[in-house]
Each structure stands twice: as structure tokens, then as C-alpha cells.
């Protein structure tokens, strides 16, 4: 995870294509593996038919 200002942000955002149809960023709650404290996150997701890696297969 990384903190990031509000103009990387808008980087980030330009990169994923967010504003787009088929691109979302989420936040999110991430735990961690072996306990601690719970931390919030930015998340980004395309849906299928976006996806860079078509050969990549979900169960």
C-alpha cells in the first residue's frame, strides 16, 4: 500500500481510466495476514472485457 496525495491521486485515476464505462475505483478494507490494525485503500477494477490479461483464467 502507498499513501498518496490528492494530485497523485489524479494520476492514478488518468492511468486506470476512471470516468470511463467499465472502470471503477473502490475503497476498500484491507487486514492484514497475521493481525494488526485494519487499514482503508483505493482499489481499482475493470470489468472483464477491459482486462490487459485475456489469457488469465478465473476459476
Known amino acids: 500500500?502507498?499513501?498518496v496525495d490528492d494530485r497523485i491521486l489524479e494520476v492514478l485515476?488518468?492511468?486506470e481510466s476512471i470516468g470511463k464505462?467499465?472502470?471503477f475505483r473502490f475503497l476498500i478494507e484491507v487486514e492484514p495476514d497475521k493481525?494488526?490494525?485494519h487499514s482503508w485503500a483505493l482499489?481499482?477494477?475493470k470489468i472483464r472485457s477491459l482486462a490487459a490479461s485475456?489469457?488469465?483464467e478465473l476459476p
Do not use: E, F, K, V
Open 1 to 3: 500500500m502507498y499513501r
Open 43 to 45: 482499489a481499482y477494477m
Open 35 to 37: 493481525g494488526g490494525i
Open 21 to 23: 464505462p467499465g472502470n
Open 54 to 56: 485475456p489469457s488469465l
Open 13 to 15: 485515476d488518468r492511468l
